[in-house]
């Protein structure tokens, strides 16, 4: 599941300026189920620790995988601290790739913004016109019905 979210930051990341704000809806909604997955994975994850300490009275507190993992025989020791730091490498690389494609969408959306404002409050000037007899005109971006 981390995997998948990673790719879709990476496509989201790759399309920033390319792709359609349908694509990048699509994207957003494979992310958030993604997401949704993951939290019903810990949800699960939390609850078998709970069980841990019927079946390891001794457990030291708190009980995390780093002592789950001192606990383990070897084989599974091995097996649990590879996927551990696969599991932290993906994470710090999910944590990056969205951080960036935040930025990212900030300062589109800040540019968006601000040609909407141009665009709807105009930047001050006058805008020109043409008059009935074609000649150009300026008016404070208003016609005047007589002059159409």
Known sequence: MHQALWEQLQEEASGFGVLSGNELLRI???KDKIVEQV???EEKRISLVDQFPRLWPQQPSPFTLSVIIQMA???QAKALQYCFDELQNILSEIRILAERNSLESSARL????ASMR???EGS?????TYSGS???QHSGGKVSRTSV
């Open 28 to 30: 957003q909604r494979v």
């Open 118 to 120: 141009f665009l709807t």
């Open 39 to 41: 939290i019903r994975q």
């Open 134 to 136: 074609g000649e150009l």
């Open 110 to 113: 800040k540019s968006v913004e």
């Open 73 to 75: 025989p070897t084989d």
């Open 124 to 128: 001050g000037r006058q805008q020109a």
